[in-house]
């Protein structure tokens, strides 16, 4: 259908209120990325070679926690096509800083393995990736088994088995990165309790999914003089794999531990693939540098489909209190969190900075009117997992489920709930209107348990709002270059993601400047470091915002040294379009821009939107159909209306909301991680057990498109994927179908069967 618009007479104020466009908005417009990758030409790290490289790869802990007793790498040595076997030992390997408290960094190699998997004891680098392989299998290893942990509710018991010492020695409750303190509050609970004509409590929680990305990693690295420097500039360092040179943990990691600055590291990283919060950096980028600069030769870290199994998104549980009204408005939350910090790692490096947390439950009903929010939570240590990558800002699964439970127990239209509950915002009511009558919502819904389809399954259906993050006021450094050959050129370092924010910028340049859309040329250039990643949806709202305003500078600039060319009397006069300079008065007087010689601009301007609270939403909406007798769930169809602020390309913003739905719908139906509880052994780390949907098990996925320009980027453009990944609405949906609460995802037909009380 035809995009919501807001209307803009009605809401002033909104971000750039450009309203003719000539290329924002179209159906698909080509683009760099597109070229690349339609053509097959695109390089991703695994496709990344050099003349002269050997492999890498490290000896691997196989159980749930240990520590390496005895080591003999004597075989792997004398294998032929072995260059080097480095035990964790090594002296040269331990001057590498490893001081946690000092520097914040985990050592490169140790004799500790922290989950199942772990990279520890040696590494071996070999001519090929099949004698590194031959190499371990030589190397002879006693482990000394200890405790572990895979359940972060057990790892917070004051009697669970210390985990990390080094980190933590006063327990397993740590990781603190967005919240420094374990209690957060707003308004008086105690009283919005008081005013409560309901009370109700609840348990909401999720497990561990996998989030390994298209291809697993391949990091190369080598040093070489910088051919643009001068000869006693000395060696750089060149890493191919990084996510975003400068923004991605590595740089720091090779600044204090290799003392190099900026100048000194070149990303040579074009394309990464298809990522959603899949990118961290593994220990291969680390070790990687390091082998390549000792033995003087280029070394490529290589990893399995296996080895990507280690990063997983949280388990999560939670504990909720919520009172409300009669009329279903929310007077008070109360909620409990414990959140699975994992094992040791940022977002960004595997060896580097305390874990990331998500900020407290009940934050998330900041958005609603509720002025009474009360959250303890607890981070807690385990094995099993590396990283807890958890992308939600604000956890808005659980405002979702409270809404919902407020609609069942007082028999109300969730609908009504949300309206009622929702501070006021315009993008939001867009969003509803639209997605509520797109859906057919008026006859899809009922009651819990009321509908039964005509084949003998239970009908369900719920919906969800989501917040398109805005950014914390990321800047974003956006050069433009006019050439000789009339095109203009910008330039960037980060390696793209899946997402198509370099293509937005060339549609912005293109419209601000005046040209072709062929004539902006984005390309990778590993000179030219960026101060903040544009690799991800929501990170484009800063690209696309400086995109415009250098865009905007650089258009004056050509109008101010070409009007005399044309016999103007001054830029006003002039005119850039389809990439020629014309005389506004007689187009027929026009100029290749090309003759104007070399013109630049640059901008690092922030959106005066930019690090707001959300300002455009999303609304999704479920359908289900429930076989009572096997607990059998089928998605019937998922609607998403989602404010995109600005549309820049419908194909590539649809693609954005199918990929997040996808994703979204393998979570709730069959993905989970799943580890042996004795060993701490990963009984499902592949593609077959690991229950992966294709395309086949992907229900239709209808888009309803609203642009509200209330989003931070160029127009009032926003992000979108972010906005999507919650895990409660097929869960919703189901409870809807059955009249009883599932007690998590993935929705397997024992937990269905439970549900409805006929399994124990």
């Known amino acids: 259908m035809s995009p919501v618009e807001m209307d803009l007479a009605q809401h002033p104020g909104t971000n750039d209120d450009r309203s003719e466009f000539k290329y924002c908005g179209q159906l698909s417009q080509p683009g760099r990325q597109s070229w690349d990758m339609g053509k097959g030409v695109a390089k991703f790290p695994r496709d990344m070679v050099k003349e002269g490289m050997y492999y890498a790869r490290s000896l691997r802990c196989p159980y749930g926690r240990a520590t390496v007793e005895v080591l003999d790498t004597t075989a792997a040595e004398e294998l032929e096509g072995v260059l080097a076997v480095i035990r964790w030992d090594d002296e040269d390997l331990q001057k590498y800083p490893n001081n946690w408290e000092a520097l914040g960094w985990m050592p490169i ?161 074009p394309y990464i693939g298809g990522c959603y919060c899949n990118y961290h950096n593994k220990r291969g980028i680390c070790l990687a540098p390091y082998l390549s600069k000792r033995l003087g030769v280029p070394v490529r870290y290589v990893y399995s489909r296996r080895d990507e199994f280690d990063y997983c998104t949280p388990q999560n549980y939670f504990h909720q209190k919520i009172g409300f009204t009669a009329e279903g408005r929310l007077t008070a939350v109360q909620s409990h969190q414990v959140h699975q910090t994992g094992v040791r790692s940022t977002m960004s490096l595997r060896v580097g900075g305390p874990n990331i947390a998500v900020t407290f439950g009940a934050s998330g009903f ?106 914390p006021g990321d800047r974003y450094n956006i050069t433009l270059a ?40 984005c390309y990778f250039s590993p000179h030219y470091p960026n ?114 602020g600005k549309l820049f390309r419908l194909s590539s913003a649809a693609g954005q909301i199918e990929n997040m739905v996808a994703m979204l719908n393998g979570i709730a139906q069959g993905e989970v991680v799943v580890w042996d509880e004795d060993t701490g052994v990963l009984l499902n780390g592949n593609v077959i057990d690991y229950k992966v949907p294709t395309r086949l098990d992907t229900p239709p996925i209808e888009t309803v498109s609203v642009e509200s320009r209330l989003g931070v980027g160029a127009y009032g453009s926003s992000g979108v994927a972010h906005a999507h990944l919650n895990r409660a609405l097929p869960l919703m949906a189901v409870a809807n179908a059955i009249g009883a609460w599932p007690e998590s995802v993935p929705l397997t037909p024992e937990k269905v069967l439970k549900a409805l009380g006929k399994i124990d």
Request: hydrophobic content about 40%; some cysteine.
């Open 109 to 269: 190699l140790s004799d500790k393995g922290e989950y199942e998997g772990d990279e520890c004891g040696a590494v071996v680098v070999a001519r090929t990736d099949e004698l590194c392989r031959r190499a371990l299998d030589l190397v002879e290893v006693k482990w000394t088994v200890l405790p572990h942990v895979l359940d972060p509710r057990v790892a917070a018991q004051p009697d669970a088995p210390l985990l990390f010492p080094d980190m933590n020695p006063a327990g397993n409750i740590g990781g603190f990165l967005w919240a420094d303190a374990n209690l957060w509050e707003e308004g008086n609970v105690v009283e919005g309790f008081k005013e409560a004509d309901h009370i109700i409590e609840y348990d909401y929680s999720w497990p561990n999914h996998t989030t390994f990305r298209a291809t697993p990693p391949a990091y190369l690295a080598y040093w070489e003089p910088d051919p643009w420097g001068t000869a006693d500039y000395g060696e750089v360092l060149y890493i191919n794999g990084a996510r975003v040179f400068g923004d991605d943990g590595f740089y720091g990691f090779a600044r204090q531990t290799m003392g190099l600055d900026l100048d000194h590291v070149r990303s040579t990283t």
């Open 482 to 521: 006019l050439k000789e050959d009339g095109k203009v050129y910008l330039p960037f370092s980060e390696a793209v993601l899946g997402s198509y924010w370099a293509e937005m910028c060339q549609m912005v340049i293109a419209e601000e400047v005046g040209m072709r859309l062929e004539d902006v040329i």
């Open 531 to 644: 101060w903040n990643p544009g690799s991800s949806s929501d990170h484009a709202k800063s690209a696309t915002y400086g995109a415009k305003e250098a865009a905007v500078m650089l258009r004056e600039r050509i109008l101010g040294a070409g009007f005399v060319r044309l016999g103007a009397s001054g830029p006003a006069e002039v005119d850039i379009v389809d990439s020629l300079l014309v005389l506004k008065a007689d187009p027929s007087q026009a100029m290749p821009l090309g003759a104007l010689g070399h013109i630049a601009a640059f901008s690092d301007d922030l959106s005066p939107m930019q690090g707001k609270i959300p300002k455009t939403m999303s609304m999704a909406f479920c359908e289900v159909a429930v076989d009572p007798g096997t607990g059998g769930v089928e998605v019937l169809d998922y609607l998403v209306a989602h404010d995109f």
């Open 366 to 471: 900041e958005v609603t009117n509720c002025e009474n929010l009360y959250s303890t939570l607890e981070q807690t240590y385990t094995n099993g997992t590396c990283i807890s990558s958890e992308p939600s800002a604000k956890e808005i699964d659980v405002v979702t489920v409270a809404l919902q439970k407020i609609a069942e127990t007082l028999d109300l239209d969730v609908a009504d709930v949300y309206r009622l509950n929702m501070r006021e915002n315009a993008s939001l009511t867009m969003c509803m209107d639209a997605g509520l009558k797109e859906f057919g919502w008026a006859e899809k819904s009922h009651r819990p348990g009321a509908r039964t389809l005509p084949d003998g399954r239970l009908h369900g259906a719920a919906m969800r709002y989501g917040d398109n993050s805005n950014g």
